[in-house]
């Protein structure tokens, strides 16, 4: 049976694509060392649309609209401009609402792109190009720790990694919090009140790694501008021991935060990036994997969510659960020397 994968890999070779979401202008060369903060990609585009319904306006057949129109496909046309005018003794005009580029022009209506801003995509982690992707964007690829979380709120950053959680079911609080955390990524732990992300916003930290999120928090936590990533889940969680175990353990090092939505289609996650040096490239990780015996799993649903165990066995066919069901399952023995039955359903796999 196919396994869900989360990766927290001590050493491993990353590559990861960055893409504009519309086209544009790709900066960066192929084989380029990049830092994160450099602009590999950037593009202009509209924030609005405006439909002008010439015929409406008129009150004439599209046909008669249509050649009344005083503009066409790629003009700029400033604020009251003239788009068509009607007939008669006392002819009606109709205008731009604001500044606009025209994009279509046809059918008795015009259509506005208005309000173009710039757009500037930034590598987002160190590391080197190996594919540039025609007007959208880059391939990276860099080596280093590598720890994927479960929600980000879709921001990124890179910064100073300063770890606060003495332990993994550490509670971050605003107290804890100064200005000598300014630009640095913060290892927090769990996070119970809005007077904490507040707190990190006034002090200028660049990013939060935290265990569990309330979810009471999850709007005010997605209007942050720095990056916030939960590795476990939402309510009162510790950090799972790999996770906490490996970025525990390379505090003080430079890490890139990219907190990106997870997004069960594409595999995307949010995640941690540590660079580090190597003399020879490690293997990548693995994106798909069939549960086996001996591979490191970590429960996905309560009552032992977040918990990190070694798969012992899978049970043939069908066991019956203590809820009365019947499922796929396997024999887990956790950290604490327990070993337990596990639906498959409720199982990833760490690697």
Same mark, same amino acid.
């Given at each position: 049976?196919?396994?869900?994968?989360?990766?927290?890999?001590?050493?491993?070779?990353?590559?990861?694509?960055?893409?504009?979401?519309?086209?544009?202008?790709?900066?960066?060369?192929?084989?380029?060392?990049?830092?994160?903060?450099?602009?590999?990609?950037?593009?202009?585009?509209?924030?609005?649309?405006?439909?002008?319904?010439?015929?409406?306006?008129?009150?004439?057949?599209?046909?008669?609209?249509?050649?009344?129109?005083?503009?066409?496909?790629?003009?700029?046309?400033?604020?009251?401009?003239?788009?068509?005018?009607?007939?008669?003794?006392?002819?009606?005009?109709?205008?731009?609402?604001?500044?606009?580029?025209?994009?279509?022009?046809?059918?008795?209506?015009?259509?506005?792109?208005?309000?173009?801003?710039?757009?500037?995509?930034?590598?987002?982690?160190?590391?080197?190009?190996?594919?540039?992707?025609?007007?959208?964007?880059?391939?990276?690829?860099?080596?280093?720790?590598?720890?994927?979380?479960?929600?980000?709120?879709?921001?990124?950053?890179?910064?100073?990694? %300063?770890? #606060?959680?003495?332990?993994?079911?550490?509670?971050?609080?605003?107290?804890?919090?100064?200005?000598?955390?300014?630009?640095?990524?913060?290892?927090?732990?769990?996070?119970?009140?809005?007077?904490?992300?507040?707190?990190?916003?006034?002090?200028?930290?660049?990013?939060?790694?935290?265990?569990?999120?309330?979810?009471? #928090?999850?709007?005010?936590?997605?209007?942050?501008?720095?990056?916030?990533?939960?590795?476990?889940?939402?309510?009162?969680?510790?950090?799972?021991?790999?996770?906490?175990?490996?970025?525990?353990?390379?505090?003080?090092?430079?890490?890139?935060?990219?907190?990106?939505?997870?997004?069960?289609?594409?595999?995307?996650?949010?995640?941690?990036?540590?660079? #580090?040096? %190597?003399?020879?490239?490690?293997?990548?990780?693995?994106?798909?994997?069939?549960?086996?015996?001996?591979?490191? %799993?970590?429960?996905?649903?309560?009552?032992?969510?977040?918990?990190?165990?070694?798969?012992?066995?899978?049970?043939?066919?069908?066991?019956? #659960?203590?809820?009365?069901?019947?499922?796929?399952?396997?024999?887990?023995?956790?950290?604490?020397?327990?070993?337990?039955?596990?639906?498959? %359903?409720?199982?990833?796999?760490?690697?």
């Amino acid at each position: 049976m196919q396994a869900p994968l989360i990766h927290i890999l001590p050493l491993t070779t990353i590559t990861r694509e960055r893409l504009l979401p519309v086209a544009g202008r790709v900066t960066a060369r192929l084989n380029q060392k990049v830092g994160p903060t450099d602009v590999v990609a950037e593009a202009a585009w509209a924030r609005e649309h405006v439909l002008i319904d010439v015929a409406g306006a008129l009150r004439l057949s599209i046909p008669a609209a249509d050649r009344l129109l005083r503009c066409k496909v790629g003009d700029t046309l400033p604020a009251s401009a003239e788009v068509a005018v009607g007939t008669g003794l006392f002819p009606k005009t109709v205008r731009t609402p604001k500044e606009g580029k025209v994009i279509a022009a046809g059918g008795g209506q015009v259509l506005l792109e208005t309000g173009e801003t710039s757009l500037q995509l930034r590598a987002g982690l160190p590391g080197n190009v190996i594919e540039v992707v025609s007007e959208r964007g880059v391939v990276i690829k860099t080596v280093g720790a590598l720890i994927q979380g479960v929600w980000g709120n879709g921001r990124i950053e890179t910064g100073v990694m %300063v770890n #606060l959680a003495e332990k993994p079911d550490g509670v971050l609080t605003s107290a804890r919090l100064d200005v000598s955390m300014r630009g640095s990524i913060i290892l927090g732990g769990m996070c119970k009140d809005a007077e904490t992300l507040q707190t990190a916003a006034e002090v200028s930290v660049r990013g939060l790694i935290l265990s569990s999120l309330f979810p009471s #928090l999850l709007p005010l936590a997605s209007k942050m501008r720095f990056p916030i990533m939960v590795t476990d889940g939402f309510g009162s969680l510790p950090m799972n021991s790999a996770a906490y175990r490996l970025l525990s353990t390379n505090a003080k090092r430079e890490v890139t935060l990219n907190a990106e939505p997870y997004d069960r289609y594409t595999g995307a996650r949010p995640e941690v990036i540590i660079p #580090l040096p %190597v003399t020879t490239e490690p293997t990548p990780p693995m994106d798909v994997e069939d549960f086996a015996a001996g591979q490191t %799993v970590r429960m996905r649903r309560p009552p032992s969510v977040g918990a990190i165990g070694t798969l012992v066995t899978l049970r043939p066919g069908l066991t019956l #659960l203590p809820s009365g069901l019947r499922a796929p399952a396997a024999d887990v023995k956790m950290e604490t020397g327990e070993t337990v039955i596990v639906p498959l %359903v409720n199982l990833e796999v760490v690697g």
